[in-house]
């Protein structure tokens, strides 16, 4: 079985300051990583993903994670936040070849930016 | 339309009323999945389809629950007897066929009030 925690359930931040949201996972086999955002009223969209590879990956919006299997983590980092990033980010992981393509989310964390 | 679509977006029933979901996905898209956020959580899998066939319906949580795709393309989520637990927003996502990258497009989800 697998799992995910996000460590923090609320973020906020000053505009134009940097920012880290936390994951971590549990498997006890490989997995495909990613985080999903969740704009208001919207529905859930995909930021980036890790499958194989660089262990960094920059996904849309000036968004990058850095996958560490050591630590079991795959945190979400931008060097600088706009309003417009206020959002629930979700991470989320699958084991390749499993053959559901089930994704196991975490429970979001909520980004708030401030002006 | 470009994205999915899902239908009703607010839904308010009594318990012990059935109830029906409906998600149109992105034309083409053959998998396609239910998941179901509920208050504070991440989104948990339900069922998956690859087609007109459940995949996988590992997720749904008792008999009450049940989901059709006739024919590979509109799917139904069926809730009878429906419980105050029940209440949750009712995401459903599609990808194409071979996607064994976890890019799902959701929907912006029906939100279920069960009073």
């Known amino acids: 079985a697998q799992s995910v925690t996000q460590l923090d359930s609320q973020v906020p931040v000053f505009e134009e300051a940097p920012v880290e949201l936390r994951c971590n996972y549990s498997?006890?086999?490989?997995?495909?990583l990613f985080w999903y955002v969740q704009y208001p009223n919207q529905g859930l969209q995909l930021l980036l993903k890790?499958?194989?590879?660089?262990?960094l990956v920059k996904g849309i919006n000036g968004f990058e994670a850095e996958f560490n299997k050591s630590q079991t983590s795959f945190h979400l980092r931008k060097p600088s936040v706009h309003i417009s990033d206020t959002a629930e980010y979700f991470c989320?992981?699958?084991?390749?070849?499993?053959?559901?393509?089930?994704?196991?989310f975490g429970k979001g964390t909520k980004l708030s930016v401030i002006p | 339309g470009a994205g999915v679509s899902q239908t009703p977006s607010n839904k308010v029933t009594e318990k012990g009323k059935y109830v029906e979901l409906r998600c149109d996905p992105i034309?083409?898209?053959?998998?396609l999945y239910w998941y179901r956020q509920s208050l504070g959580q991440g989104p948990e899998f339900l069922i998956y389809?690859?087609?007109?066939?459940?995949?996988?319906d590992s997720g749904l949580p008792n008999d009450r629950f049940f989901a059709v795709r006739p024919e590979g393309s509109v799917s139904t989520l069926k809730i009878q007897r429906t419980e105050r637990g029940d209440s949750a927003v009712y995401l459903c996502?599609?990808?194409?066929?071979?996607?064994?990258?976890?890019?799902?497009?959701f929907g912006e989800g029906s939100r279920l009030t069960v009073l």
């Open positions: 389809f690859q087609g007109t066939g459940a995949a996988d």
């Open positions: 034309s083409g898209h053959t998998a």
């Open positions: 890790y499958l194989s590879g660089s262990t």
């Open positions: 498997s006890s086999v490989s997995v495909y």
């Open positions: 989320a992981v699958r084991t390749p070849g499993a053959g559901s393509y089930q994704l196991t």
């Open positions: 996502a599609s990808s194409s066929t071979g996607a064994d990258t976890g890019e799902l497009f």
